[in-house]
């Protein structure tokens, strides 16, 4: 394996991320005295780096009243010499969150920072440094990649359980030392409230950590912004943040189960008061922007989008997809023309373009739901498609084509490297699609690789749609529905691409890391 971890990220984690380890729960922690008494700033929810490039990252923290936020970078953990960004004033109408860009850093090498916290009207008053480290993006392919990525956090009611000692799931991927962490959506369960406790199957009670935002669906803004509050509480995910950067999307639960733009939430559903899905999801999207730095949200942004594109070097471009801002109305699915389909068709003009530009070895694909899996989705007691796949095995229709459409152009113009990497489903899988299997055959062939949960309920694993022709090689998924994380069956994936050879070695490991299954891809090829 031609990754190589830099010296000193093992000894920062021991180090100056101890106190980011020693917390508990954000607003009751144990800060040193002097800070606590003196009113100044504090960042107990810990720091995030996200959309990390060759020479930029950005830093992201949350203060505990108005801030300024100052960002301090060093080649060392000595931190001599820093480099200072000044960055935002942190205030309400942010929820106290921020986000600074860090510019002109050098390619392929480790950044230490710490973020400081200053009073708005006395600088020198600022609150104790919060650190962090992460890699920037190398220019040349020799030092390999690697990344974790899985989805489905704290969903059907299974938060953090102090008895299990929360989301251990984080320390397991941290210990493979990735470049970064591909968040494939559902990041949170804005729908779904955490109770004190929960029956488990088979006796025994499920406790979890609590707090009032989280005691009922999200619909206001404050409640958005609780939702992700939520997770942080967690300190193996703090822990996380400080050192791994995020590549973050979003699917459903950031705002409700299977919503889709224009949705009218019916009024059988008496949890809601706001039943415009439209106004949820605006208030989503900010929360979602203010709590995780993603470069096309930032205020000020000029897309103001989810859907982008993170070059990682030679070896790797990720191409985050939305599968959910611009889809159309879910449906049964069997409608011969849908120019809009899953991504709408600005969203996949772009995904055409940028594919055509990449010169990367591998394009990933980043899909926050699966292709070939039939993902269903009840609407008044009728069978609709909350997904792409509709069931039916034969030609191409309703948002089946639209990815046919995408298929045909990838082979069409003989791009190569294309993999599909998702979540969504609560399982673990990977699926081979192959032409000859398929009725819809102009396209060449492809992996996909399913990951999660998190920590959420696993489910049994999803029927094929054999439109594309998948096989599926390779899955573990429970019997039953929605088996807690006590019960197993929480997953994530790694892929790790050989600075030398240029292989893909995708790995599929359960939550306390051990590999499940293992397919390595070879470079170059349009369809393998």
């Known amino acids: 394996m031609s990754h190589r971890p830099f010296p000193g990220r093992r000894s920062v984690l021991r180090g100056s991320l101890a106190a980011s380890a020693a917390l508990t729960l954000p607003g009751a922690l144990g800060a040193a005295p002097a800070f606590a008494l003196s009113g100044r700033p504090r960042a107990d929810w810990g720091v995030q780096t996200g959309d990390v490039t060759s020479n930029s990252g950005l830093v992201w923290v949350r203060s505990d009243r108005p801030a300024r936020m100052i960002v301090e970078t060093s080649a060392t953990e000595s931190f001599r010499a820093p480099r200072r960004w000044h960055g ?121 950590v609590t707090t009032e935002e989280k005691s009922k669906v999200a619909e206001t803004l404050a409640e958005f912004r609780g939702a992700f509050r939520y997770n942080l509480l967690d300190a193996n995910l703090r822990r996380f943040n400080a050192q791994v950067p995020c590549v973050v999307q979003w699917d459903d639960h950031e705002v409700r189960n299977n919503w889709y733009p224009g949705q009218v939430i019916a009024d059988t559903d008496t949890r809601y008061t706001e039943k415009r899905v439209d106004v949820l999801t605006g208030r989503a999207r900010r929360a979602f922007g203010e709590y995780f730095p993603v470069s096309t949200l930032r205020p000020g942004a000029r897309e103001g989008r989810v859907y982008r594109v993170l070059r990682q070097g030679p070896l790797l471009d990720v191409f985050v997809l939305d599968m959910r801002t611009h889809r159309n109305p879910n449906s049964p699915g069997v409608q011969t023309a849908d120019p809009q389909g899953i991504l709408g068709r600005e969203q996949l003009e772009w995904l055409k373009r940028e594919l055509a530009r990449s010169r990367a070895v591998w394009k990933v694909i980043a899909a926050d739901m699966p292709l070939g899996l039939v993902v269903p989705d009840t609407q008044e007691g009728k069978p609709h498609v909350e997904a792409v796949a509709q069931g039916d095995p034969g030609a191409p229709l309703g948002r089946e084509l639209q990815i046919a459409e995408l298929l045909r152009f990838v082979k069409h113009r003989r791009i190569t490297g294309t993999v599909w990497l998702t979540a969504d489903v609560h399982h673990t899988s990977a699926q081979h699609y192959q032409p000859s299997r398929a009725a819809f055959g102009d396209f060449e062939p492809f992996w996909e690789f399913v990951s ?77």
């Open 452 to 528: 999660g949960p998190l920590n959420a309920g696993a489910f049994p694993a999803s029927a094929l749609d054999g439109t594309f022709g998948p096989e599926r090689v390779f899955v573990k998924a429970p019997t039953t529905a929605n088996v807690s994380p006590a019960g197993g069956h929480q997953f994530f994936g790694e892929v790790d691409i050989d600075g030398d050879s240029g292989e893909m070695t995708v790995r599929l490991r359960e939550q306390d890391g051990t590999v499940l299954f293992t397919k390595v891809l070879q470079p170059g090829l349009v369809g393998q």
């Open 88 to 208: 935002p004033l942190l205030g309400p109408d942010t929820d106290f969150t921020g986000t600074t860009r860090l510019r002109g850093l050098p390619p392929g090498e480790q950044i230490h920072y710490r973020v400081l916290l200053a009073d708005p009207d006395d600088p020198r008053r600022t609150g104790e440094p919060v650190a962090g480290t992460f890699r920037t993006v190398p220019v040349r392919r020799r030092g390999g990649t690697r990344f974790v990525w899985s989805g489905d956090l704290a969903g059907q009611g299974w938060g953090i359980n102090p008895d299990l000692g929360g989301y251990r799931i984080f320390d397991a991927m941290a210990r493979l030392d990735p470049d970064f962490f591909l968040f494939s959506g559902d990041t949170i369960y804005a729908d779904g409230p955490i109770a004190a406790t929960a029956a488990l199957p088979g006796g025994g009670t499920w406790r979890n």
